[in-house]
């Protein structure tokens, strides 16, 4: 028996291998449980950081969400109710999608700080003054929308936040300030810190470095109060120094936290996420430790019997790794594999040939759909788009023009409803042979979803005369009744026309052609529908059955 297993170099190898790996396991599970150490706390960083990051995303957006709800407001106010407080009451009342974001109160306040001229829901404890309010000084003084410093308002005796908008006239001068007040703690607002932590005994604090002052946190007890002097807490001081982003950080009780700090852009606030390590990394080394008992136990009754069996069993996996491998560094060519083993690995081989199979196809299919309309099969928005870009750059290398048509399905909505979704896909499916039949080969006709549909007309010498013969062709052609089943359905089409031939046109790009068919379309309908209209750039449309302009 020994001389036969050692006249097999495969066997002395998977031997010495084993004899190896018996010194070498101990080196070897250190620094993997050293790699595993570093790469789950890298995760936890990661992770942290990535939650804190979307946790002031979250905030940032609805506080800006507030800001331009208020500043649309602001705007609309038209500025002769400021002398009818009735009046001005009553449009404030009427706002009443904007009372859901600042649910404490929606005020104007007079340019001198006096009493409010409005204000909903109305409180006659409201001040008579805010000229001593830093929102009101800010706002007065920059002219600019503000957020003020956390508060506690005084109506709910709950952390809030004002917001100030600057009602000014046609000259810049002040007339009137708009403030909402929104409780930090409304519902929807700050969920995502309020009642919750990272982990069971962290904390998130939202701080306002300008103000030196906390918003909220995870602890009620401490919104809306002034922050500890520098030295108590150095988390807030590294914070309040400019330091971003996460790190590991001791604290006054000599308790080390992992302590993630992101911005809050709209008010220049800080959300801090705190965690002590303890907790933070007790999976890491939980894994850790599960990862060196388990490699101590199961190592050494195993290693010598794989290793004797892995040569022999892996070598035809080994010679389909290896052509693969070779498959995707492009060195063997893309084609299927053969095994002459009827177990795993050639079920492998075969699976990889019907997966190539798919993907090859699935790919067809994927390219086929990117650029062609599922029900008609017509090229789709993204590929006429890249046609009219290319078509666009081609004219103004030749000199030669093009036009485009864009066409709406005049009376498809009362079919679609009248008869259903399947009698209207038929009818598209139609509308779109049709329309092929009325464009020459090296024309493009494509449907950019429900009735709308698009037709690039290329390479033209009189991209105007060409394109209306089309339009006169394409309305004859859908004019005629479509026969469904027992149904003889009639339609008709307005098609906006725009071209480009001249020198001036050429500076157009695809974005604004489109744009300025779509306009003359619509211009096609409102002068009777079933035609054509067509766009010049002197504002002037002219159609098959009318001339005006606009």
Known sequence: MWPRLGSSLRTRIAAVAGLLFLVGIGLTTFFVARILYDEMQAMLFKQQLTTANYIARDIDSKLALRMDSLKRVADNLPHHLLAKPKELQDWLDDRKAIHTLFPTGLMIVPADGGAVLADSPRLESRPKSFVDRDWFISATTTRRATFSKPLVARATQQPAIVIAIPILDDNQQLLALMAGVTPLTSPGFLDLIQGTAPGKTGSYQLISPRHHSYALTSDPGKSSRPLPEAGHDLALDRALAGVRGIDIVRNSDNINELIATVEIPQTGWLLIARCPTSEAFAPVWNSVRNTLLIAGLLSLPIIILLLAALNHLLAPLGRLAKELHDMSEGTRPMQPLFSEYQDEVGDVTSSFNRLQEKLL??????????????????????????????????????????????????????????????????????????????????????????????????????????????????????????????????????????????????????????????????????????????????????????????
């Open 361 to 550: 196809e699935q790919e067809r299919r994927l390219a086929e759909m990117a650029h062609h309309d599922p029900l008609t099969g017509l090229p789709n928005r993204l590929l006429i788009n890249d046609r009219l870009d290319k078509e666009l750059q081609r004219i103004r290398r030749s000199g030669r023009g093009l036009a485009l048509l864009f066409l709406d399905l005049d009376g498809f909505k009362p079919v679609n409803d009248q008869h259903g979704h399947q009698v209207g896909d038929l009818l598209l499916t139609e509308v779109a042979r049709r329309l092929q039949g009325c464009v020459r080969e090296v024309d493009t006709v494509a449907r950019l979803g429900g009735d709308e549909f698009l037709i690039l007309v290329s390479d033209c010498e009189a991209p105007r005369d060409a394109a209306e013969r089309i339009a006169e062709a394409c309305i004859a052609a859908t004019g005629k009744p479509v026969r469904i089943d027992d149904l003889a359905i009639r339609i008709g089409v307005s098609i906006g026309i725009a071209f480009v031939g001249t020198a001036t046109d050429d500076m157009l790009s695809a974005s604004q052609l489109l744009s300025q068919a779509d306009i003359a379309m619509y211009r096609a309908k409102a002068d009777g529908r079933n035609r054509y209209s067509v766009y010049r750039q002197n504002n002037e449309y002219s159609s098959n059955n009318s001339k005006q302009k606009t």
